[in-house]
């Protein structure tokens, strides 16, 4: 089995992108530890599921010890957890802003500050950003800014860490097939046009699938040894320049 031995810290595991991820690695021999807001989606995946906050930094510091118990070191750190609305420029609130930086920013960076030092030499941290920081996307404003920050913190971090052979690299997926579309408190009609308009817009003229986004996770993850820095975009061309 291509992961066994790896110990691996998948945080949004529970559902869409991350469980894709979690599933291939337990498919093929890793241990992991997954957190989730609430973990009863996690109910019969074979892995160590913990009810983590994201933007809460006790939570984080609770994961970290209870990482290190379960696992002592680790060779891959997925930070997966994201938040998003469809919410216009105009009518953003403060509690929306905050919520979204909190969890996609702030949490993004001390989760990485604090599980750090449990990865081994060689192994890296994946983060999960999105096509919206090269789009300007009606009601994706705030979303797009709090991802821009994560891809700077990668490069900040590609550094940092480079001295410890940890790579630390993102992954940018596009207009994806998960139940929520990466959207969070809106009607189902809306969701629907949003995926509607995802494939009038991407030039493969589809959307992707989660085990695409999960193959790019553990490409960059194992297989890119000599890749760090970097961004992996799996939108179907449509953060590239590339003619609907």
Not at 150 to 156: H, L, S
């Amino acid at each position: 089995m291509k992961y066994l031995g790896k110990k691996v810290v998948v945080t949004g595991g529970t559902h869409g992108m991350g469980r894709a991820v979690v599933d291939r690695l337990i498919e093929e021999g890793a241990e992991v530890v997954l957190t989730g807001r609430t973990i009863e989606k996690a109910e019969g995946i074979k892995a160590h599921a913990i009810a983590s906050n994201a933007a809460d930094l006790d939570d984080i510091a609770a994961l970290k010890t209870e990482v290190a118990q379960r696992l002592h070191d680790i060779d891959l750190l997925f930070i997966n957890v994201g938040f998003s609305t469809l919410t216009p420029f105009d009518t953003t609130t403060e509690a929306d802003y905050d919520r979204t930086f909190d969890v996609n920013t702030k949490g993004a960076f001390f989760t990485a500050q604090q599980l750090a030092p449990l990865i081994r030499e060689g192994g890296s941290i994946v983060f999960t950003t999105s096509v919206a920081t090269a789009l300007g996307s009606p009601g994706l404003s705030v979303y797009a800014g709090a991802k821009a920050a994560v891809r700077a913190f990668a490069r900040g971090l590609a550094a940092e860490l480079a001295p410890r052979n940890v790579r630390v690299n993102v992954v940018s997926p596009g207009f994806i097939d998960t139940p929520s579309m990466g959207v969070y408190g809106v009607p189902e009609e809306v969701v629907q046009q949003f995926k509607e308009q995802g494939d009038r817009i991407t030039p493969l003229k589809r959307h992707g699938s989660m085990d695409e986004v999960a193959a790019a996770v553990l490409f960059l993850a194992f297989d890119a040894t000599f890749t760090t820095g970097a961004e992996l975009a799996v939108d179907g061309g449509l953060g590239q320049g590339i003619s609907a």
